[in-house]
């Protein structure tokens, strides 16, 4: 079922179509005046392997560009990742085909693999509730694209903002649950994400949790000797500043931990590398978070810095974190404090 309208009569907004005269969306009323295609992105209107037509930007992380766009072929909306890692390669403007850095052909090519790889892997397992649709992937323009399902709905951070900078603890258990499940799933396929944190859970409009954004994610069964990572302050765990830091399950133990603990407190935690010289983590418990004692204990043991003092596998910390046989004690808050 092929679209048969001419691509500049598609709204790049919506996908609905412009009115011939005015060149205004019919559907969501955007003009199309108001498209411009961003530095270092693909042209406006691209149409990408001959069927995806490239809409605005939905956003540029360390590793590539995600791209709002419309399948001509199946009608209907989806998203594309475009690897593009930055200083690492670039576009002229107005052109499709990436070029590595000079400084950086080699880097550049051995990442490009280990993208299609990471492609191949989830397309692998595609079928899991908890991780974004991945539909197709393919290598064009010096590059690799990932299509996947286009998600409405909200990330946990804007979550979290319109409940008032912070979360209750069962609203916070409901949220997580599924990402650790969905952890536990990748792990077992020897795929670590490396990039978790609450821009990077998305909650869809039918309340469906997705974990989204695997730029950074790699393969750690394969012993890669100069694995992909993202440096998110309050994130990001300590073995990602370091060259020799070995990385593994442990590695997004942290980064649940921190989100985890953004949702309870509002804020992450202090930066890795500031708590490896002092530790000043202050305990949900003494910000005013009502929470059990071995659930908070739980938290602190995959916040710890030292990648060996927290647990090996997600499994572990679940069963912690919701094991049935909790008691029901809550630790009090020892002060008041603000939101």
Known sequence: MWDTRDITSICLNCFGTLDPRTKVCTHCKKPASDDKTPPTALPLRTLLSGRYLIGLPLGRGGFGITYKAYDMLTCRRVAIKEFMPKGYASRAPRACAVVADEA?????????????????VLTSIKHMEGIVSIYDFFLSNNTAYIIMEYLDGMSLHRFINGRGGRLHLAETLNIMRPVLETLLLLHQHGVIHKDISPE?????????????????????????SKPFFVLKKGYSPY???????????????????????????????????????????????????????IREKTLLKALAVNPKERYSNIGAFKQMFYGEFMPGSVARPTKPTGT
């Open 200 to 224: 990077n859970i998305q909650i869809v409009n039918n309340r469906t949790i997705k974990l989204i954004d695997f730029g950074a994610a790699s393969i750690y069964t394969q012993n890669l």
């Open 239 to 293: 073995e990602l500043y370091s060259q020799s830091g070995e990385q593994g399950p442990w590695t997004d133990i942290y980064e649940i931990g921190a989100t985890i603990y953004t949702c309870l407190v509002g804020n992450p935690p202090p930066e890795a590398t500031e708590r490896f010289a002092h530790d000043k983590l202050v305990p949900p418990s003494a910000l005013n978070v009502q929470i059990q004692p």
């Open 104 to 120: 950086h052909t080699k880097a550049y090519s051995y990442w490009l693999t280990a993208f299609i790889q990471e492609a191949k």
